[in-house]
């Protein structure tokens, strides 16, 4: 848990796709609601991955919205998670030398989600959309799990709300049906460790500031 960070520069290396067989072998132990067990995982490899990376930059140059199956972050920022976010992508572009004003090379990179990273294997996560959202809770105790069991095999993982931006992109070439809903993509592959990118690490709070203890 302490060791796992997200990584956004990979090797040219391929991952087996039976590596990612025992990945999911073991994630599925997750717990979840009346072992409802709700997720389900699209394997992409380089194809589709190209397909629907195409399409996302397609719609995003025509100016067409973004229109998520749910919102992940709030339409207002306030503290002290306003704080936390701007300090997030701080650390992103300085690690980058990225500067404030350079809004077309932060552009540049927040594009490389849509190509998961250039990782060699892609994960989609969904669920059905008829499920609540304790299913969402369940669903991110399994994406959990596939990040740390990821690094049993060495291999990193960046989890991707951005690729739930677009979700019919995401079902159109998947083939999947409108009653699934997009929870959020996965770039996994062998780290690149000399990229920039991957050398910083995000600030945690005490656990004193989100405790409270009763006798
Ligand atoms: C569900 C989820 C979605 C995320 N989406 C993105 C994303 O779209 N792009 C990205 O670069 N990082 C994304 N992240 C990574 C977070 O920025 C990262 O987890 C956070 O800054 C803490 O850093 P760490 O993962 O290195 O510990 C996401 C994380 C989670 C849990």
Known sequence: M?????????????????????????????????????????????????????AIIDAKNNGIEENPDYHYYPEEWVEPFKNRRKACGLALYSALNIKKDETEKRKVQWYRNYYFFYAPIALIFYL???LCKGSWMDMGMFIQNVMLAARFYHLETCPQAALAEYPDIVRKHLNLPQSMHIVCGMAIGYADWTHPVNQYRTHREPVSSFTVQYD
């Open 128 to 130: 059905d959309a008829r």
């Open 2 to 54: 302490r060791e796992r960070q997200s990584v956004r520069a990979f090797l040219d290396k391929p991952v087996p796709l039976d590596t990612i067989d025992k990945i999911l072998e073991a994630a599925r132990f997750a717990p979840s609601g009346v072992n409802t067990q709700p997720w389900q995982v699209a394997i992409v490899g380089p194809l589709h991955r190209e397909k629907i990376s195409t």
